[in-house]
């Protein structure tokens, strides 16, 4: 058993018998990943890019279950037709194309994402999407994804929260932080980590694999 599953499951224990993690010493850490900008898409916009019958090809598991890495890089184009090349796309496939980027991001292309949970694209940015075979523009689609924090129903309970609750997250370190608004998201498919873009990282000079505090409930 690796080192974070004997970790939650302790935490799981102490928290069945009443002990808070606060008070267990874990203090209410939480590893980070970094999210830099991405693309996801459906089956038929890869068919559009890419060419009919493509399928996705994996090239790293994320940390979240059942997530990965595809080989596959596109190019996004704002309005303005300035562009951000070799963007990676991820995968499995989903229900509706969606493009999370920075708010750095943003100014190069020149669009206005609104910030959202990711799968909330009603009324978001438009933007377009170029592959080797095609051309998608979507009408709405891009965002900026919230902070948020990832866990398993367990680590729910352990740590007093449940979905849709949001929080309020200590970065410690040379460039201490505190992000507020960071949404909790519980499934019995995610496994606990805060994910934030590259400017939030950068601005708080966090890396993958760094650790952050839950300091209190919003």
């Known amino acids: 058993m690796d080192t974070e599953s004997l970790t939650r499951m302790i935490i799981q224990a ?9 008070r267990a010493g ?11 900008r991405h693309i996801h898409l459906t089956q038929a916009d890869v068919e559009t890019l890419f060419g009919a019958g493509y399928q996705l090809t994996p090239l790293k598991d994320l940390s979240q279950p059942g997530q990965y890495a595809c080989k596959e890089t596109l190019t996004l184009v704002g309005p ?17 194309t969606q493009v999370e980027i920075s708010r750095t991001d943003s100014f190069v292309l020149k669009v206005k994402p609104p910030v959202r949970e990711s799968g909330d694209v009603k009324g978001s940015a438009p933007i377009t999407i170029v592959g080797p075979k095609g051309i998608v523009s979507v009408q709405e689609g891009c965002i900026i994804a919230n902070r948020h924090i990832h866990m398993s129903p367990a680590d729910g309970a352990a740590y007093g929260l449940k979905d849709g609750d949001y929080v309020v997250v200590e970065a410690e370190g040379e460039r201490r932080t505190r992000f507020y608004d960071v949404q909790i998201r519980v499934s019995d498919q995610f496994v606990l980590e805060m994910h934030v873009d590259t400017d939030d990282a950068n601005a708080a000079g966090l890396g993958n694999g760094a650790q952050v505090r839950i300091v209190q409930e919003k």
Do not use: H, T, W, Y
């Open 26 to 36: 874990g203090k209410g850490l939480v590893p980070v990943g970094v999210s830099n």
């Open 14 to 22: 102490l928290s069945e018998q009443g002990v808070s993690v606060e």
């Open 80 to 96: 303005s037709m300035r562009a951000i090349e070799r963007v990676r796309v991820l995968g499995p496939v989903r229900r509706a």
